[in-house]
Every structure is written in C-alpha cells, then in structure tokens.
C-alpha cells in the first residue's frame, strides 16, 4: 500500500526566509507525488507533481522539490517566502492514472510566515 | 469558469437530518471522486466513479450514498447526518488517461452537523 508521511504539522519560517517542508513516501511501485496547497476556506490547489521525467520540478509561486529515491523523500523547497505563502500544503501519492486511480494524502503541514 | 464546482458550499443541519452536495466538472474528465476533510485537516478517500460506474468505495457507511448520473456529475447524499459527519466535503475530478493521476478539486462543502 502506499502512504506519505509529513513531518511537521506547523512550520513557521520568518518573511524571506527558507521555506522546507518534508515529505516521505512509501510505495512498492514507482510513484507519482505530488504537493497541493489549499489556502484558508479554499479548495485544493496542485502546485508541482514528480512523473519521473526528472527529479528537480519546478511548481508555481517559486516552489519546487526534489524527488530523491535512496531517501524515499520529495520536500517541498522555497528559497524566500512571502506573506501570501501562508496557508496548509499537502504531499500526495498515486500509483498512476486508469480507472482505480486515487491519490493518498499525508496529514498536511501548516506553514506560517512571520513577518 | 470554474473547473469542478460543489453545491452548496456551506451546509448547517440537525442530527437525523438528510442533505445532498452536488458536483459538477466541465474538464471532460472521465473519473471523478468524493474525499472527506476532517477538523483536523486530514483528507481521506470516500468514493470514485469512472464513467457513472462505483470504482473505489472505501468502506463509507452505508448511510453516505454517491450517485453519478453523468461522467460530469458526481452527488452524494448523506441520510440520519451524525455530529461525526461534520467535515468538508470536496470533490474532484481525473482523467484515466493520464498517467500521473493528477486530481482537480473543487472549492469543498462545509457540513457541520448540529
């Protein structure tokens, strides 16, 4: 079966800062993962998926990760946050398209920033 | 345009009570999904249905019942609500031909259940 484990449910990094949210997977296939951020009282929004194309993804807003398959990890990097990062960001997985596709999700990470 | 959308957004109602959320995506997609988000943020699997068929039923109770009547619209209904079933409730959408099994949400259902 497949999972994702975020470590850390808060994060708080100061405006400018660094931004790094974890991100491990478990899966017996190669995995497709992805990060989605979902704002206050929004829905889900994808910001950059890992389709084995290459290990470096660039997503929007700035934000990208790395998929490292001897750490089983795909952290979500940002090298300076803004104010208008703040908000919940989710990891997921997918074992691929067709009909039985369905993405797990981690428990999510709160990332506030600190102006 | 909005991709996929949910009716209503906000639902406020009595234990025993019985409500819908309906949704609709205009992507073409042919596979589409309810998943409950909890107060603890946490989002898990409910059901998915490709082309009006019941692909993935994650053991939901039997009182939650989806129906699709088209491969653009996905409903659920929800009979003797519960205060546990107070969640958002979002919607999505896929395209089995797409290899990385990339979801489309929408805006979610707010239930709470007093």
């Known amino acids: 079966a497949q999972s994702v484990t975020q470590l850390g449910s808060h994060v708080s990094v100061s405006e400018g800062a660094l931004v790094l949210l974890r991100c491990n997977y478990s899966s017996s296939v190669p995995p497709y993962l992805f990060w989605y951020v979902q704002y206050p009282n929004q829905g889900l929004q994808l910001l950059l998926k890992?389709?084995?194309?290459?290990?470096l993804v660039k997503g929007i807003n700035g934000f990208e990760a790395e998929f490292k398959k001897s750490e089983t990890s795909f952290h979500l990097t940002k090298p300076s946050a803004h104010m208008s990062d703040a908000a919940e960001y989710f990891c997921?997985?997918?074992?691929?398209?067709?009909?039985?596709?369905?993405?797990?999700f981690g428990t999510g990470t709160l990332l506030a920033v600190q102006p | 345009d909005t991709a996929v959308s949910q009716t209503p957004k906000y639902l406020v109602t009595q234990m025993g009570n019985d409500k819908s959320i309906k949704c609709e995506q205009n992507l073409g997609h042919d596979t589409m999904y309810w998943y409950k988000q909890d107060s603890k943020k946490f989002l898990k699997i409910m059901f998915s249905y490709n082309n009006k068929e019941l692909i993935i039923n994650e053991t939901v109770p039997n009182r939650f019942s989806p129906k699709s009547p088209d491969k653009a619209h996905l409903n659920l209904h929800i009979n003797s609500l519960e205060l546990g079933d107070s969640a958002v409730y979002f919607c999505?959408?896929?395209?089995?031909?797409?290899?990385?099994?990339?979801?489309?949400f929408g805006e979610g259902s707010r239930l709470t259940v007093l």
């Open positions: 997921a997985v997918s074992d691929g398209g067709g009909a039985t596709n369905k993405l797990i």
């Open positions: 999505a959408s896929s395209l089995s031909g797409a290899y990385t099994g990339e979801l489309f």
């Open positions: 890992y389709t084995s194309a290459a290990t």
